[in-house]
């Protein structure tokens, strides 16, 4: 009798038909969904920077994406079509060789520039047309050397300028960080090599309880309609390799939590953004579209790992849709208007697009795409700040301006509210003006640093604990020799005295902050590398001890010895240097003996 093998999506999508709800739109929580977008003003968008090895693009004018449509739906895809020939829309030969006129360029570029929409911003930073591999260290290699900077904000500073190069660092955050795409060709397959592979895909499916819905979304996107497909429980390789093979595509939703190498990268730059740094991974079938187009509410860097992707970016629809602080639902096509860039990412090549950029990308016909999205500043905004600082400020003002306690006229609900907006009553002027006042003389009692401290402390929840170096574990508590051996405990008390020199693990590992009476130390060494599967790590600090972690910070990176501690007492300044390196939170110049 010949038995026929039905596939995991054969199943999953029978019973979708008979339970429709499981087919409908469920997206990632909005930590879990990074891919973002932005706006600039007209004077960025006619800028031109010719003697720098990055370009400013100009909006894609209409014939070549028609071009590039065409192309596209015959089943060819040059990455550098479109984009070459935005570059030489000066009125010279063209990349392909043929000559145009001048005039006829500059009146399809004025037509364009007309076209554009007041949202309209400056496209992608981009290396030159040439095929030159930009060659830079290996991940490994810059690892290697990050450990050598006993700064860990330098050490932010300098992966992130590896990631981005050729960009500066500085030329990137004072003029597309927020504002506009960002586009960087290396032609060298191998420059992100390290990061994460479909090997290390499969590995994790192998080796994890990688939960379907938790740590991964099988997802797909046919004819205008987006399809989320999880079946409960875990996703085994078997099943999880067959949808993939009937054209789904796979998100991973937290890879930290799985790969070394990603947790490392991640809990590096998150210093470098001061705030939480995050990523998923996105494996695509080759032909297959997985997600609709959207905007997230981050800042979103797609780094190609490999084979290729199709890319459109599209301009935030409003005002109101510029650096959204939450994510939109999946858009139709007609709601989007035309792509202002277009481009087919190759391994090596990285994408960058702030908040509120709508965007989509499909499968080339000819390959498979792995690609890794970090992303950053999630609610880390004015407005997120405010958003603690105003109903404190209001609370203390209460409590110590009479004024803000009296009471509100006996008769103002006659005259204010919606019903009465359109009346012409002198008494709407007067109640809006005291209103006014009352607001802008609110500011003088706004607890600015509380605010602050409240903003770090979620920082420091959504932190990924620090991965430490070898020498790193050589001289904190988790190099201790302590060890069970001959039928006892060894070596479990070290010697800390006064002539040991100190100094934090990380900069932004711990801070202080002021709870009522007490001084509390909240610090990041005991989270998850799952976001927020523990509550915020903290402890209190005795009133004699806290200048002396006040110092510790302050110090940093410098080493300073116990008996520098600004304690009254000797003892003291052990104990504090005991309980901090007991936390973990300290390193000592060199490895402790043991007592």
């Not at 960087?184 to 379907?212: C, M, W």
């Not at 979103?300 to 992707?309: I, P």
Request: proline share 6%; hydrophobic share 35%; charged share 30%.
């Amino acid at each position: 009798m010949k038995v026929t093998r039905v596939s995991a999506f054969e199943i999953y999508k029978a019973l979708s038909a008979e339970n429709p709800s499981q087919n409908q739109e469920k997206d990632a929580p909005n930590v879990k969904r990074e891919e973002n977008g932005l706006h600039v003003s007209k004077k960025s968008r006619r800028t031109k920077r010719k003697h720098n090895k990055i370009k400013v693009l100009k909006v894609l004018p209409k014939d070549v994406l028609s071009k590039m449509k065409s192309a596209k739906q015959e089943g060819v895809h040059k990455p550098n079509i479109g984009v070459k020939e935005v570059l030489n829309c000066s009125g010279t030969e063209r990349t392909d060789g043929r000559h145009h006129k001048g005039k006829i360029l500059k009146e399809k570029k004025a037509k364009v520039e007309q076209d554009a929409a007041e949202t309209v911003t400056s496209l992608p930073t981009k290396l030159p047309g040439s095929a030159k591999p930009l060659v830079g260290p290996a991940l490994e290699t810059v690892f290697e050397e990050l450990g050598k900077i006993q700064n860990s904000k330098e050490r932010a500073a300098k992966l992130f300028q590896w990631f981005i190069s050729p960009i500066s660092a500085k030329k990137f955050f004072s003029e597309i960080w927020e504002k506009k795409p960002a586009l960087i060709r290396r032609h060298n397959p191998d420059y992100y090599k390290g990061l994460f592979s479909t090997a290390e895909f499969d590995r994790i499916l192998r080796d994890n309880d990688v939960q379907y819905g938790v740590n991964l979304d099988v997802t797909s996107y046919s004819n205008g309609e987006r399809e989320t497909h999880n079946p409960p429980g875990r996703a085994l390789p078997f099943n999880v390799w067959d949808f993939y093979k009937n054209g789904c595509s796979l998100r991973m939703l937290n890879p930290q939590a799985f790969s070394v190498t990603v947790w490392n990268v991640l809990s590096i730059l998150q210093e470098q953004f001061g705030s939480m740094a995050g990523a998923n991974v996105y494996l695509t079938p080759a032909d297959t579209q997985g997600f609709a187009p959207h905007y997230d509410d981050i800042e979103a860097f797609v780094v190609q790992l490999e084979g290729k992707k199709h890319w459109r970016v599209y301009n935030p629809r409003t005002k109101e849709e510029v650096l959204p602080q939450v994510s939109s639902p999946n858009f139709s096509q007609d709601e989007i208007g035309e792509p202002i860039l277009e481009v087919v990412l190759e391994a090596g090549d990285l994408l960058y697009f702030p908040r509120g950029f709508i965007h989509q990308g499909d499968c080339l016909s000819d390959t498979h795409s792995l690609h890794i999205t970090i992303s950053s500043f999630q609610k880390n905004s004015w407005g997120d700040l405010l958003d603690k600082l105003l109903p404190a400020a209001l609370q203390i003002a209460i409590e110590e301006d009479v004024e803000f306690r009296q009471g509100l006229p006996l008769d103002y609900l006659s005259y204010m509210g919606v019903q009465n907006s359109e009346k012409d009553d002198p008494r709407r002027t007067d109640f809006t003006e005291k209103l006014q006042g009352l607001i802008k003389k609110l500011a003088k009692f706004a607890p600015v640093d509380a605010a602050v401290d409240q903003k770090a402390k979620d920082f420091l929840h959504d932190c990924l604990p620090p991965v430490l170096t070898e020498e790193e574990k050589a001289t904190s508590v988790f190099g201790v020799p302590t060890r069970w051996e001959d039928g006892d405990a060894r070596d479990v008390a070290v010697q800390i005295n006064g002539k040991t020199k100190i100094r934090l693990l990380r900069k932004g590992v711990a801070r202080l902050c002021s709870e009522g009476e007490a001084v509390i130390l909240y610090h990041t060494v005991e989270n998850s590398r799952v976001y927020h599967k523990e509550e915020p790590k903290f402890f209190e600090v005795d009133s004699e001890h806290t200048d002396s972690v006040e110092f510790l910070i302050h110090s940093y990176p410098t080493y300073v010895t116990v008996e520098s501690l600004p304690c009254e007492i000797p003892d003291d300044k052990i104990s504090i240097a005991e309980l901090l390196f007991e936390k973990g939170l300290l390193l000592t110049k060199n490895p402790l003996p043991s007592s």
